[in-house]
């Protein structure tokens, strides 16, 4: 029975995580996540882990009022959430926290020896040389969780003896504004962002995904996850978000995966690879899907996706500076403070300022974050 340790449990990740918890009767160890008393109680009644955390220190002291009748010993802080990642039983730690503050607690996760399955795309494009370095370090595999990633993932192990990977192809739904012109992307409202046309997902990557920024993550995601060039990645289109992704071998061989958009089958198979099982995923029939459609992407009205190749393309502390930027713009921009096209023009101009190292710490991506988004919000006027 696989024990797994669970960061960022109360959000979409998280809880389709349980779920999938729950049908296989796999033990959960620890739960983590920020402040969601309510949430986070439940769950630990149903699935009784040895220990949970919750960031905000208020809501760390209700919760342990609450849980005083159960052994779970609970913990506050970053510090707590490293705790239920690193220390806790489970050996492989689930990390479905939104953003780069999930970093800290993958790294430490990766020094522990722990399987990673990684939901946080943030991680590894705010540190990505960080955390590959340290997981080549304990030996410990980083297993994807995302879904076009796991579909690379899954397409890869199938390669023949002598195989070389020419090219990987993301998909992308294309969010809710595919489609749309600058004129039309200028008057778009929080509550028209938040209606993705394929995944029920939290708000941050919601956002992400109406201004593609969500594919440009993926991409500096797939350069570290599978050690190619930012050049070898191509992004298309495809509205039905049933080709999860692609891969072309060299004699132009291209493979696929598909399925159903629901994120259990990837959170199932991180947890259970390299074997696989029934999964709640509704079975594919292609006739009733009838069509797939593929088309190019819109990088002039979606400059975000161009915003980080080039980032990677760069390197060091670049595609830090730019997750960092997005974070804090995506943010404003949920809050009602900045526009729709006020977001790629922000994270632009507030990278400029970000410092040139190739060789960083931990330390200059925490200092990195701090400047992006003072930048931003002077930018913003806040
Ligand atoms: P969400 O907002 O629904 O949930 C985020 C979780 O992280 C919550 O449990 C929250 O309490 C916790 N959290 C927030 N800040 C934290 C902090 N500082 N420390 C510890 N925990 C913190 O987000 P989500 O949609 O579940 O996405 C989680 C991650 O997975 C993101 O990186 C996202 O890009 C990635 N992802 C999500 C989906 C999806 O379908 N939702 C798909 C692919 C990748
Ligand atoms: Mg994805």
Not at 34 to 44: C, L, M, T
Not at 239 to 244: A, K, L, N
Not at 334 to 348: T, V
Request: charged share 25%.
């Amino acid at each position: 029975m696989k024990k797994i340790n669970l960061l960022g449990s109360t959000g979409s990740i998280g809880v389709q995580t349980l779920d999938v918890a729950r049908a296989r009767g796999y033990k959960i160890e620890s739960l983590a996540a920020f402040s969601n008393v309510d949430i986070i109680e439940k769950q630990i009644r149903e699935f009784k882990p040895a220990y949970a955390a919750l960031v905000d220190e208020k809501a760390a002291a209700d919760l342990k009022v609450r849980v005083a009748d159960l052994p779970v010993k609970v913990y506050s802080g970053l510090e707590g959430v490293s705790f239920c990642g690193a220390e806790a039983e489970g050996e492989i730690t689930l990390n479905s926290v939104v953003g780069m503050a999930g970093l800290k607690p993958t790294l430490d996760a990766v020094n522990a020896g722990k399987i990673i399955a990684l939901a946080n795309k943030e991680t590894l494009v705010a540190g990505g040389k960080l955390v590959t370095d340290a997981a080549k370090k304990n030996n410990v595999p980083l297993l994807p969780v995302d879904s076009e990633h796991s579909a690379i993932f899954q397409c890869l192990l199938g390669a023949p003896r002598n195989s070389a990977l020419k090219r990987i192809i993301l998909t992308a739904s294309g969010g809710p504004f595919f489609g749309k012109t600058r004129a039309e992307l200028e008057k778009v409202t929080l509550a028209d962002a938040l209606k993705h046309p394929s995944w029920s997902m939290g708000q941050k990557i919601t956002i992400d995904s109406a201004t593609m920024f969500n594919k440009g993550l993926e991409l500096i995601e797939a350069v570290w996850l599978f050690d190619v060039s930012p050049d070898m990645i191509d992004i298309v289109v495809h509205r039905e978000s049933i080709v999860h992704s692609l891969i072309e071998y060299d004699d132009n061989s291209v493979i696929a995966q598909l399925g159903h958009p629901d994120m259990r089958l990837p959170i199932q198979f991180a947890i259970t690879y390299p074997d696989r099982f029934p999964s709640p995923e509704k079975q594919l029939d292609l006739w009733e899907v009838g069509n797939l459609s593929f088309y190019k992407p819109d990088y002039e009205n979606f400059p975000c996706m161009d915003i980080c190749r080039n980032a990677i393309k760069k390197g060091g502390l670049i595609p830090a500076a730019v997750n960092c930027a997005n974070e804090e713009a995506n943010l404003l921009f949920r809050q009602g403070k900045i526009s729709f096209l006020q977001i790629p023009e922000f994270i632009s101009k507030a990278a400029e300022y970000a410092p040139d190292k190739p060789d960083y710490t931990l330390q200059d991506v925490l200092d990195t974050d701090i400047l992006m988004r003072e930048k931003v919000r002077e930018l913003a006027s806040i």
